[in-house]
């Protein structure tokens, strides 16, 4: 017969057991969340390498244009969505968070077993440890700037990034965002066998890195060169 | 054939000497010098050198045929069968040697993986439970069906080399964690329809941060399994099955 403390051992095994699980599950749901939006995201602000006029129309659209009286959006769409965001980032960090090598003895341990074998997915979750533990800090600027002033625009989005010297943040956060972000989808799908075919999706994980770096980096490069030739204070950009 | 083909090419090994057992010393990368004959294969090498280099060199084998698991080393920074290995694999004639991280090390290259698999045995209960009155030895065994035991026979190729453990840095960061072999060890008593166990005990030992909730699919069992286990499918199913069965 079970005593009441077998019972209640067994009962917080089970706790304990759902937990893993439902963390385990809400750490890759929102890692595929958060991974998916970047690859929109990138695009969409790179369609500044299409002119200003690309840009705008993309940013009034995502603004609900359409059903503003003004055509030019709400902005606070941009506060309540980054404010979502935040939200999941949080969630996806609070439960990624016991990956980490927290304690000093696990990092040597880690550190010296790469020292001695040599395994590129081993080397590749390193680098997204590392970008993860970068993104901790750089993501909740991003996305705290974009709740407190979120106006976006040509001109709006080129003052910030050159005048305001935000291409210092961008600059880090973008190559460790793409790594973290592209490497955790691939990882997602072998980890729960969404697809067998692993070199594959290895090799688009590493396709879509180059890709989204380089139309990360030139967009960024075409912000900064707006910024230079606007003259404060600016005047937002109208087609 | 070319004068240096017969002769066949010099071979340097570099290999981790250490001796725990002697008090002053202390670990260091020790180079050999050998001659390659046809079909060499990194395990006939080390029995080479031992035999007329260095007789103190320490490393483990048994049946030098990749049945036993017990010659299981880090080779050029793959963990491996060094009786698998042929040397004619590496062009450069370089070939480094390491023993296994995160087991216990007996001396050299050899360590202690009987001690670690037998604490996962005990601790994960990995051998068969039989259903009531299936232990009677004087009753017939069911009979099992050749599909199922066939699927048992591909689980069961495991032969415990402790590659797996040492190629996966999960495993050294976090000790409590059972590793692919134990993982794969479970799914092969869940499949065996002689074992009494339900799916909820094999659940509630490996349905957990130390089980499959605690890997982080970085793959090191699947890329170095000498023996092509489908760890990452069995794993990704293990864990599939569970994250259903237990939120």
Redesign the interface.
Known sequence: MRTLTDTTALFKQKVASAWSAKADRLQSATGILLGCFLLVHLHFESSILFGKEAFYHVVQFLEGGMFSETGHGYPLLTSIFSTFLLVVVLVHAAFALRRFPAQIGQWRALRSQMQVVNHSDTRVWFWQLVSGFILFFLVPVHLYTMIATPEIGPHLSAERVYHDNAWLLYIVLLPAVVVHAMFGLYRVAVKWGISANRTGLRKLAHILVVYLMVIGLLSLGQYMMIGSELTLPIEPFRP | MSQQMAKGRTLTFSIFRYDPQMPDDKPKMVDYQIEEAPGMTVFIALNQLREQQDPSLQFDFVCRAGICGSCAM?I????TLACRTLTSKFADGKIKL?PL??FELIGDLSVNTGKFMREIAERLKLWLHPKTGDDDIHRLEAPMSPEEAAKLYELERCVECGVCV??C?TK???DTFVGAVGLMKIARFELDSRDARSADDF??VI???D?V????????CQ??CPKDLPH??QI??L??K??VT??
Do not use: E
């Open positions: 880090v050029n920074g793959m963990p390491m991280p995160g040492s190629a840095a050294q960061m976090r659940y509630h349905g957990n941060q089980g909730f605690g890997c982080m699919t970085l793959l090191g890329d170095n990452m499918q990704a199913y864990r599939r569970m994250a237990l939120v």
